[in-house]
């Protein structure tokens, strides 16, 4: 796993995760969804300390607020001290952007999708969503309403389809083929609060275990419960 690419991606998972001492004052947000199929999960450590356990495919971390300046990240096996199996010195971090930072691909290919979050605030009477496609063996896919628009059209894998506004719902997605009624997944029921905005992730394999579905994260909340940032 001793890749520059790893070095990067394990990184960014850390400085993500490794909020609780950074709580206040800070001047970009970072979060990391692991969207990587057959990778497992590891713990990381910043500085010396210990950042995230087992963070595990499919989850999200909770954005961390971080100044800037250079870090030294570690990772090894979760529940382990050795080996460590990534490190990295003196990573530098900038300022005044919001981040996702996505692990694609298979393990033996595993690398960073890096995205800018558009976290201001959304009107009440609209969801604001995009797509990424992150199932490393699915072809290129398009994702409609059922009986409805197409929101995002001829997205390949590690594409992004952007933001798009929707009024507030409860709504039944497919996700198809390409330029086909063929579905390729189902997506039943999916609440998207008014004045909210996420970013929907197609995960997993479409031929393999872990199987297809979609991780559905937060960007940003309505304006009533907007966290808001210290700039």
């Not at 709580?23 to 950042?51: E, L, M, Q, T």
């Not at 990573?91 to 919001?98: E, G, H, Q, V």
Request: aromatic letters at 8%.
């Amino acid at each position: 796993m001793k890749t520059t690419t790893k070095h990067v991606i394990v990184a960014t998972l850390i400085l993500a995760a490794f909020s609780g001492a950074w709580a206040k004052g800070y001047n970009s947000d970072v979060r990391v969804i692991h969207a990587s199929p057959d990778a497992p999960a590891v713990d990381v450590w910043v500085n010396g300390s210990p950042a995230i356990t087992d963070l595990a495919f499919g989850e999200v971390s909770p954005y961390a607020s971080l100044r800037a300046g250079e870090y030294d990240v570690q990772v090894v096996p979760t529940g382990a001290t050795s080996p460590v199996v990534i490190d990295v010195q003196n990573l530098s971090l900038f300022y005044n952007t919001d981040y996702t930072v996505l692990a694609v691909n298979t393990l033996d290919k595993i690398e960073p999708l890096l995205l800018v979050d558009d976290n201001r605030p959304n009107p009440i009477p609209f969801a604001r969503v995009r797509f990424v496609h992150a199932s490393p063996d699915a072809p290129a896919v398009d994702v409609a309403v059922e009986g409805g628009p197409v929101l995002f059209s001829n997205v390949a894998f590690k594409g992004v389809g952007d933001y798009v506004s929707v009024p507030a719902g409860v709504y039944n997605l497919e996700v198809r083929v390409a330029g086909t009624q063929n579905v390729a997944l189902s997506l039943r029921a999916i609440p998207l609060e008014g004045g909210t905005t996420y970013t929907a992730v197609a995960v997993g394999f479409a031929g393999g275990s872990p199987s297809l579905r979609a991780v559905l994260a937060t960007d940003s909340e309505s304006p009533a419960k907007f966290r808001g940032r210290r700039r």
